[in-house]
């Protein structure tokens, strides 16, 4: 009998160990971006967590952690995965827990001696989020072959996305080899990031879809100038500009109405001093909604806005489209199975979309995709404050582990 029950806690205490130092980039706080000191140091104990649970693990050139449990019989594996990147300040679980929860689905198979017909890949991929360089989710398309070309790109100290690779022994061209042959499934367990599950009083639900999503990198150019010296009327402020274009944004999100929503999550001013108009100013935009005609709508409504306040206030600017994903639903038969085994171990069924992105919307170009969602308190992500119950993760384990027999079970 699997003992479930230790795996699914030890999943969560170790992404509590991942979520401090040596495993993060910012000193008391959990920052762990892609190709840095903190993602080097994962990638180690990560790689010592799967080789303790059977697994033989290699890194592919787009420097995602492959674990392999091999199976009876050849053939394409079940992929489980998730990401071990995270935003700035961010929670522990959102991504860690998915790789954590896959490594204990074959710590549980190996301690029984138990092989599948078809091998396990737990896959640790390394930038989901998005929050060094100005993509997301390149690893993972690097591993479902979605990614053609690798675009010249910076993080914000000026180190190129060539450079970080070099780091740790890859290039941007070399990142297309990662793609991977092929999978009979794809599996990505993790937290809900909002308040559906708990309000209902459910650990875990079946994802339907992951909403569309498009971001944007605006930058406004006005003129630096004196504070105390440039009259109000003669002034070309590009923080005032951005200040209006940032409410337009979210005034056009809204009248979208549904699903679609907007986020401006960061922005920067410069020169950035007291006494100095400023000059120029960054932003990003993310739109989202599960209709990609409504997403596209809104974005386009967006720019148009920024235009014209930019047209108005004399004041240049350059929006350029850093990141697309098309709406991405989950494959109904694997859905089927995981509700199966969801009420099997004794749960009420719940389906319900993700307006969070992740990487099973990169990975269904690869092979059929499901999620699982647990509970998260008060629905809380992208912040520290975020919290899973180690019994719902136990439950989450239980139900991975059905799903992974009748995945068995199909293939006989
Ligand atoms: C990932 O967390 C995203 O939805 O942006
Ligand atoms: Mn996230
Ligand atoms: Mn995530």
Request: glycine share 10%.
């Amino acid at each position: 009998m699997v003992n479930a029950l230790s795996g699914g806690a030890r999943a969560v205490a170790r992404c509590d160990e991942l979520g401090r130092a040596p495993f993060s980039d910012t000193p008391g706080a959990l920052w762990r971006g892609y190709l840095t000191p903190a993602h080097r140091a994962a990638l180690d104990r990560v790689a010592a967590w799967m080789h303790e649970a059977g697994m033989a693990t290699r890194i592919d050139p787009a420097i995602n952690l492959i674990g392999r449990y091999e199976g009876t019989a050849e053939g394409p594996p079940l992929i489980i995965a998730s990401h071990i990147d995270s935003v700035r300040d961010a929670g522990f679980y959102d991504g860690p827990l998915g790789v954590m929860l896959g490594i204990e689905c074959v710590a549980a198979l190996y301690a029984e001696g138990r092989r599948m017909p078809f091998a396990i890949e737990v896959i640790a991929f390394g930038d989901e989020e998005g929050s060094r360089f100005p993509a997301a989710m390149l690893t993972s398309k690097a591993l479902a072959g979605t990614l053609d070309a690798v675009p010249a790109m910076a993080d914000d100290a000026g180190t190129s996305l060539a450079r970080a690779l070099a780091m740790f022994g890859s290039t941007p061209e070399r990142m297309i080899e990662a793609r991977h042959p092929g999978a009979l499934a794809y599996l990505e367990a993790h937290i809900e990031q909002g308040p559906v599950l708990e309000a209902e009083g459910l650990a875990l639900g079946v994802v339907t879809g992951i909403a569309a999503q498009v971001r944007f990198a605006a930058v406004i150019k006005g003129l630096a100038g004196h504070a105390g010296t440039s009259s109000m009327a003669l002034r070309r402020d590009a923080l005032a500009g951005a200040a209006e274009m940032v409410l337009a944004i979210e005034r056009i999100a809204r009248e979208a109405g549904g699903d679609c929503v907007a986020t401006v999550g960061r922005l920067e001013a410069l020169p950035g001093a007291a006494n100095v108009i400023p000059g120029e100013v960054r932003f990003t935009i993310d739109v989202r909604s599960g209709a990609e005609a409504r997403r596209d709508d809104a974005a386009e409504a967006m720019l148009d806005a920024i235009r014209s306040i930019a047209d108005r206030r004399d004041l240049e600017f350059h929006v350029e489209r850093v990141h697309t994903l098309p709406a991405s639903p989950c494959d109904p038969r694997l859905m089927d199975l995981l509700e199966a085994s969801l009420v099997e171990a004794g749960h009420a069924p719940r389906r319900l979309v993700s307006g969070a992105g992740h990487d099973a919307m990169v990975m269904a170009a690869l092979a059929p995709a499901a999620m699982l969602f647990l509970r998260c308190r008060g629905g809380i992500s992208h912040n520290p404050g975020e919290h899973v119950d180690p019994a719902d993760a136990e439950a989450a384990l239980a139900v991975m582990l059905g799903f992974i027999a009748k995945l068995g079970e199909t293939c006989a």
